[in-house]
């Protein structure tokens, strides 16, 4: 290979010879990351999915049932509104409630009954 003047060389001729590199450049550097991807595939073989919900696979164990809980209150208002007394209260009760009412008003009282009713058993 022959040594450039740079110094010497018109802007035209420097431009043709920036094109030129730029374009070397990008074929080895695509060339390279196409190499790289084959040898990273080699690495890391592709894991089946198992379930076809696109989820992680199963590194993680499945999520715990909890039993059916019944419901222990109940909106007046609504009779099939319902809550266990389990997780975030629903919007009927934190309304009443913000309204001065008291929890144990939307009490159901055959839950109440089946709670006594199973202490005494375990007693």
Known sequence: MRKLDFEAMTFDELWLLHEEI????SERIT?????LE????QLNPPEPIQD???SEPSSE????RYPRVPPKYCNPMEP???WSGRGKQPRWLVAALQSGRKL???RIEDSE???DDNSAQHT
């Open 52 to 54: 076809g919900t696109g």
């Open 104 to 106: 144990e008003e939307f």
């Open 80 to 82: 099939t509104e319902t």
């Open 31 to 35: 060339a390279e990351k196409l190499e």
């Open 22 to 25: 730029t374009k070397i450049l």
């Open 113 to 115: 009954k089946t709670t």
């Open 38 to 41: 084959k040898r990273l595939a």
């Open 61 to 64: 164990r499945p999520r715990r």
